[in-house]
């Protein structure tokens, strides 16, 4: 980080910001990811039509980007935040899967796990480091 750039700054989480290990990550996965979505799908690739194979890769990246954002940034440990949301923001990746398994070689599959693999995306690059917990304030019972 720059001496300008803060912690909680949005260009720090922002995946523009990322380490190059995210980075190549990102470049790692995202073949990787792509095979497992064609596989999933079923649909062979000789019978996918070109905007489907597009609308595959770019959820595919999206996956990978998910994926990378677990990877520390500079330590060794895992950077996982609020665990629930975290959970959560991986699972879309799987979701996305069942989207591609469910629609096959329809651009719906592809859209929706373009959709699917955004929103956990951007669930994990706005999350904070925990959760917040509602306070409690100690009320008598009324009964």
Excluded: H
């Amino acid at each position: 980080m720059g001496p300008k750039q803060r912690a909680g700054s949005l260009s720090s989480i922002s995946p523009a910001g990322w380490p190059r290990r995210r980075r190549a990550a990102v470049l790692v996965l995202m073949p990787v990811m792509a095979a497992l979505f064609v596989v999933v799908s079923g649909t062979p690739v000789g019978d996918a039509s070109v905007a489907w194979l597009l609308l595959v890769a770019v959820a595919a990246t999206l996956a990978a980007a998910v994926l990378a954002s677990y990877l520390p940034r500079k330590s060794r440990r895992m950077e996982l935040g609020c665990t629930p949301c975290a959970a959560m923001s991986a699972l879309t990746v799987v979701g996305a899967m069942m989207a591609l398994n469910n629609f096959g070689s329809m651009l719906i599959g592809p859209a929706l796990a373009i959709a699917v693999t955004l929103f956990g995306l951007t669930q994990r690059i706005g999350q904070a480091e925990t959760c917040s917990v509602p306070v409690r304030t100690n009320t008598p019972d009324d009964d």
